[in-house]
């Protein structure tokens, strides 16, 4: 249990408690001294490994001994918080890490320890073996779904916050897998929001390349329905665009591939094509890509519901030009 102030530590005078700002607190009546009582500042480490497990040690002294818990300690003087929490690490579970962010802070009071702020961060571990420290009966890696009970119940509510943030995110590299199989964990995710849009432009036309057939079902399964020789034509207006923007979310220039549209517009006026069915097999052909991707839970939270609508928003303007481009042939102005 906390030890209890018996004598004054300046002049060794006898403690007496008194009533001062609010709270009963120690007090050094010889030399009048009040000693104010702060939390402990503690350190935690959460690392995940790529099967998406724990990082959790045993403890081999009490308080809680033989209970498991995230790698955690106090800071000591002349150390930075991070210094701490990468510290405990390697003490206690021989990793060596490197901090990511923090994701919970908590002040607790502790029977054993008297008041604590426990500052829990992620850590990406970049040693690649574990080996339980002197301090600690084990170091193990346990299954997010189903690991023991933790000694300290903040470690279980920074562990469930942890979760909270990254839940859709690993949903999202779940549904990803086959076609970005590069990505593995979200610390595959770039932080940087043009990176971020760069990866979820690939992401997409990776997406329609993987499974194109299935973007023309879902443009069959919502367009009028046309006579034969004109379906053929406005079918292939659907696949033109997304070969073009297949192209063009992978970042090559497809100026070339406009002036194609222009002669699929002459040809839809020869064949007497309706405007308004082309107009419709367009727009159809738009909204078939989005239908996808939110069908693959794409974008999510954590990329940045800001670059989903940026990547909307130059989707729209690609067919914006496509439409103009067969009007174009569509009137013979070319
Ligand atoms: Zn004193």
């Not at 060794?12 to 120690?26: L, N, S």
């Not at 000694?151 to 562990?159: P, R, T, V």
């Not at 990866?199 to 993987?210: D, F, G, P, Y």
């Not at 839970?297 to 103009?324: G, M, Q, V």
Request: hydrophobic share 40%; with cysteine.
């Amino acid at each position: 249990m906390k030890k209890k102030r018996i004598f004054c530590s300046y002049c060794g005078a006898p403690i007496t408690v008194k009533f001062i700002d609010e709270k009963y607190r120690d007090h050094c009546d010889n030399c009048n001294t009040t000693f104010y009582e702060n939390p402990l500042p503690v350190a935690s480490c959460i690392v995940i490994n790529d099967k998406r497990e724990v990082l959790l040690v045993q403890r081999k002294n009490d308080p809680y001994k033989n209970m498991w818990c995230l790698p955690i300690g106090f800071a000591e003087t002349g150390e930075s918080i991070e210094q701490a929490a990468l510290r405990e690490l390697k003490e206690e579970a021989g990793v060596t890490g490197e901090i990511v962010c923090i994701i919970d802070v908590d002040t607790v009071s502790n029977y054993f320890y008297g008041d604590l702020a426990i500052i829990t961060f992620e850590v990406k571990q970049l040693s690649p073996t574990i080996k339980a420290g002197d301090d600690a009966l084990d170091a193990k890696f346990f299954p997010l779904s189903n690991y023991p009970p933790l000694a300290w119940e903040s470690n279980e509510k920074a562990l469930h916050k942890f979760i909270e943030i990254y839940k859709d995110v690993w949903a999202m590299i779940d549904s990803l897998k086959v076609i970005q199989p590069a990505i593995t964990t979200h610390h595959d995710i770039p932080r940087e929001k043009s990176k971020q849009y760069e990866l979820i432009a690939s992401i997409i036309a990776s997406l329609i390349e993987s499974d194109i057939e299935l973007f023309n079902l879902q443009w069959d399964s919502q367009v009028p329905k046309y006579n034969a020789s004109h379906y053929t034509l406005l079918l292939s207006i659907h696949q033109k665009a997304l070969e073009t923007i297949t192209l063009w979310l992978h970042g090559n220039r497809v100026w070339k591939n406009f002036r194609e549209f222009s002669a699929l517009g002459m040809q839809l006026k020869k064949e007497g094509v309706l405007l308004k069915d082309i107009l419709s097999a367009i727009a159809i052909s738009r909204k078939s890509i989005w239908m996808q991707v939110i069908e693959k839970n794409i974008l999510h939270s954590p990329l940045e519901i800001y670059t989903a609508l940026e990547i909307n928003n130059r989707i729209i303007l690609f067919y914006d030009k496509i439409t103009y481009f067969i009007m174009k042939g569509y009137e013979h102005l070319i």
